[in-house]
């Protein structure tokens, strides 16, 4: 038995290619194979969470159970009541193993490694923390613990997302794609799948394989502080990009191919024209997710509970929650809190500035070249970010 | 009812966007012309549910089912039946 993490090795897409072939027959007839789409699921879960990995295999399997029975059991407190607190201790509970797992290593209890983490613990907790928000809501009706799983255990996206949505999930569960729209679906896929061959196993490779110890080189070796710095900003930012959204490129990939339209991740995020636009290019579902469950709910409460007086305040509040805890959910670690920090500055300054420049159209010059002047500052601001991402600044401390 | 929501929905969006353009042409993009932003989409979910009894979810919210006065109007009296 070969035991493999999700897009390792070239050998993950060959056993993919060959896996799903009785799958991609049926679904070109207009069928799901359900049963063995789960054999397949359970054969590439048991890839990556078996051998020397048996211990995440047994702290995922004890994960899935508590989530499907915590939202089981709130899905049937829902039907006849509705207090804050249960819904809050849910809540709390559902991200408590990613909390847990966190904190554990950091506390040098077990030695470094975590006994509850697994690969890809901190993308499922948005997949089930997103099901208790939603049956809340009345969003989701009838809780299906099977169907539940499935979308848990998706594997194309079990380890780094995209993090997709319960109902649109569903959706595609209980409706397979027609033959025509399938065919399609299969040559984007493949499509996808060879782009995250350029991304992330060629370009993510020669980048932090031969240019960034280059550009470490440059700041340390040859002394020269600052041109180093900045070399190691570009490419960081450039490693971060293709690598990720390789990544996340075989992921929609290989979904696209098992008949189902995971969401994007990224949308050609150096073009954004400031750091909001950035946010709807730049890991998608994970901005996505915090918009529609931290930002805008903590917004709807504040504005009901008329916390601020001013709705501004309140919009800037929410955006600290918001970016405060994407930091932290990165990691413990000082530099992803400054991320978060530095991001929800950036924000709250954008949204000034497009108050202003709302107020005074006539004013404000807008061309092609302020266009222009406008992305590569994004790009820049957007790159430092990264540097302070990357950890850079912790050897100076 | 009908009447009723209308005019309610359009005196809010008046109102978060400046603007009474949303009346004279119902069918403008509100997002495309740059008249509402995230921060207004809350606003316009928070006082559906306070003057009109209408509750949204925010994850329940698609843009493109919401990008017109009149597009409002009909998810908004969708959710009010």
Redesign the interface.
Known sequence: MIFLSPYERPLYFVIFAVAILPLVIALARGRRLQWYQSLVTLFFLYMTFGGANYKQGIAFLAYIAFQTLLCGIYAHYRKEHNANFIFYICVALSILPLIVSKILPSLAITGGNSIIGFLGISYLTFKAA?MI??LR???IKEYKPLRFIQFLIFFPTISAGPID?YRRFEEDLIHPPSKEHYTKLVQKGIHEIFLGFLYNYILGHYLSQFLLPLATDLGGKYGHQFLGSLSYMYVYSLFLFFDFAGYSKFAVGFSYLMGYETPINFNKPFLSKNIKEFWNRWHMSLSFWF???V???L??TL??KKVFKS??TA?NVAYFALFLLMGIWHGGTWYYVAYGFYHALLICLN?AW?RFK?KHKKQIPSNKATKILATICTIHIVCFGFLIFSGYFDRFL | MEQKMNDLVLTILEELTGTDEVRSNPDINLFEESLMDSLNVVELLVELEEQCDVNVAPSDFDKAKWSTPNMIIEQALERAA
């Open positions: 997103q928000i939603e809501d009345g969003l949505r918009r529609d469950f930002y805008m709910r917004m709807m504005l009901h709705r501004v919009s949204d497009l709302k």
